[in-house]
């Protein structure tokens, strides 16, 4: 059974940071492309950020010097340090976890919310 279990979300004021984290079990997990999504109130889930297997790391723009992913292959972990936080960046976070076209994963979320 497949498990994305995601943790470290909260409540910061701006300008703070948080650390997520994501467990993942079940998946031969060196071979993923893990993720970071987030999905704010009435809006649609975009990409956060994302690290392949070989360590290629792609983020959105609006995060782009402010969040860092990583991923431990040997403890199946894959990491969001996220800095300098701003308001519009309070959204559930989810993990993610992809292998190909058709197989993909998600966690069932961390809320993240900035504000004073």
């Known amino acids: 059974q497949v498990q994305l279990v995601e943790s470290g979300g909260g409540l910061v004021q701006p300008g703070g940071s948080l650390r997520l984290s994501c467990a993942a079990s079940g998946i031969t997990f060196s071979m993923y492309v893990m993720g970071w999504y987030r999905q704010a109130p009435g809006k649609q889930r975009e990409l956060v950020a994302s690290?392949?297997?070989?360590?290629?790391?792609n983020y959105a723009d609006s995060v782009k010097g402010r969040f860092t992913i990583s991923r431990e292959n040997a403890k199946k972990m894959v990491y969001l340090q996220m800095s300098s936080l701003k308001p519009e960046d309070t959204a559930v976070y989810f993990c993610n976890a992809q292998s190909g076209i058709s197989t993909n994963y998600w966690g069932q979320g961390t809320q993240v919310t900035v504000s004073s």
């Open positions: 690290i392949t297997s070989g360590y290629i790391i």
